[in-house]
Structure formats: structure tokens, C-alpha cells
């Protein structure tokens, strides 16, 4: 099983900037691929980018303003959160899966709370 430590949440203004970052191990690149899912009180979890087969993925909500990238070398995925809003505001989850599955029925870090003041 993949195990997950995230880093690097905190409280930005609008505008601002924040860079997540997410420990794995455990981690087989040949069977597992990485991502990030978001859940903010009251909505529906999301799924905001993720990595397969060195191809970036995200949602339209975040698209130009957050990159997602992964060192191989050392186990490890970032996200990069430029322009943030208010409505990014949420705990941020680094997941993994086994390629074939989804995300949000892999493994999940503890999670990393991103708050964006207006």
C-alpha cells in the first residue's frame, strides 16, 4: 500500500500562491499513478489534477493557474498553486491508485488545509 505525507498548505489572500507537496512510498510507477483531490465543507470532493503516463490532467476550475508535477527520483508530487481564489479553499489530498482504478478509491495522505482569503 502507498503511503502518503502532504506538505505545504497554509492561509494565502487572493491571488496568491502556495506550493503542496506529497511524500510517497511505497510507490511503483509502473503500477501506481498520483494526484491531488480537494474537499471543502459542505461540497462534493473533487478530483483537481493528477499524473499518468507523464501527462498532467486537471479541472477546468483550475486549469492556468495550477501545475501539477512528480520527481520520480525522489517519490515525490507537487502541485503548484498560483492565483489562488476564495473558492480554492479546502483540505488538499495527495492520492494514489493503481493504474486501472480511480483515485479516490486509492490510498489518501493525511491532507493539507489551503485557505484563500478575499
Known amino acids: 500500500q502507498v503511503h502518503l505525507v502532504e506538505s505545504g498548505g497554509g492561509s494565502v489572500q487572493t491571488g496568491g500562491s502556495l506550493r503542496l507537496s506529497c511524500a510517497a512510498s511505497?510507490?511503483?510507477?509502473?503500477?501506481?499513478?498520483l494526484g491531488w483531490i480537494r474537499q471543502a465543507p459542505g461540497k462534493e470532493r473533487e478530483l483537481v489534477a493528477y499524473?499518468?503516463?507523464?501527462?498532467?490532467y486537471y479541472t477546468d476550475s483550475v486549469k492556468g493557474r495550477f501545475t501539477i508535477s512528480q520527481d520520480y527520483d525522489k517519490n515525490t508530487l507537487y502541485l503548484q498553486m498560483d492565483s489562488l481564489k476564495p473558492e480554492d479553499t479546502a483540505m488538499y489530498y495527495c492520492?494514489?491508485?493503481?493504474?486501472?482504478?480511480?483515485?479516490?478509491?486509492?490510498?489518501w495522505g493525511q491532507g493539507a488545509q489551503v485557505t484563500v482569503s478575499s
Open positions: 499524473v499518468f503516463d507523464n501527462e498532467a
Open positions: 492520492a494514489a491508485a493503481l493504474r486501472g482504478s480511480t483515485l479516490v478509491r486509492g490510498s
Open positions: 511505497g510507490f511503483f510507477r509502473s503500477r501506481h499513478y
